[in-house]
């Protein structure tokens, strides 16, 4: 009996991906490179992680990657962010939107100006990315917009702003897949749950070490989620594995957004 060696389609394409830092978005970058993809890694220059870390790790199972700075609220970065897919590798394939902020705000303290600069992130960088890319990518691509289990499926209270801007990629993922299908590219969203990135375990604005591991008793796999695990599922969102998936958001939160009671 013969074993066919299997093919994802996703070896020699190119892929950027924003806030590739740290956490979800470093993960992205190698599973990435694990696969054959050349990466276009996206940092935020005040970022306090070194992006050159994310670069090293890919360069270490022999992956490409090279590392471009990029704040998601200018449009003219965004767009040299994807010229740089081409200008390196000749070509744009996948588009991971994965920058983010997190900030804790309860309503009565929650200034206009921390909304605006939450959504101008969260939500509007996303679209500033895809725009950027979708004048560019070649037929047949990918785009994948990382939201949250705050976004749409559970309440957060002192998060409004995170929330109602993850709530809105799930809106404009479902408008993009369908203005873009006619050139076959496919839009996705991921949704993870509890993650442990630098992101949770930042005590102020998230769960903190103490908060994640408590929280991790009540999923039912027991667990929180490693970033690698999401970032896995973003790879197969853009892989041929889903070529005739769009518009969807796919959960990766180990069984926490099901169980009931919670």
Request: with cysteine.
């Amino acid at each position: 009996m013969s074993v066919l060696a299997r093919d994802d389609g996703l070896a020699g394409k190119v892929a950027i991906i924003s806030g590739a830092a740290s956490g979800i978005g470093q993960a992205l970058a190698v599973s990435y490179a694990k696969a054959g993809v050349k990466v276009v890694a996206g940092y935020y220059p005040n970022d306090p992680h070194d992006v050159e870390e994310t670069v090293s790790a890919v360069k270490a199972i022999g992956g490409e990657c090279v590392a471009v700075a990029l704040d998601v609220r200018d449009a003219n970065q965004c767009d040299h962010f994807a010229q740089q897919a081409i200008d390196t590798f000749g070509a744009l394939h996948i588009v991971v939107a994965g920058a983010g902020i997190l900030r804790q705000a309860p309503l009565g303290e929650l200034t206009d100006q921390a909304w605006d600069d939450m959504l101008s992130v969260d939500l509007t960088g996303v679209m500033r990315v895809f725009r950027s890319a979708s004048k560019l990518m070649q037929e047949g691509g990918a785009m994948v917009a990382i939201s949250s289990i705050a976004g749409g499926v559970y309440g957060w209270d002192n998060h409004a702003h995170y929330a109602a801007a993850k709530s809105g990629l799930v809106g404009l993922v479902k408008s993009l897949a369908v203005e873009l299908a006619p050139r076959g590219i496919r839009v996705n969203t991921l949704i993870p749950g509890l993650i442990e990135t630098p992101q949770s375990l930042d005590p102020v604005n998230s769960l903190g070490p103490d908060g994640l591991a408590a929280a991790g008793k009540s999923i039912p796999l027991g667990r929180v989620g490693y970033a690698d695990e999401a970032a896995r599922t973003a790879r197969f969102l853009s892989s041929d594995d889903a070529a005739y998936v769009t518009g969807q958001q796919l959960v990766v939160d180990g069984g926490l957004t099901v169980r009931w009671p919670s």
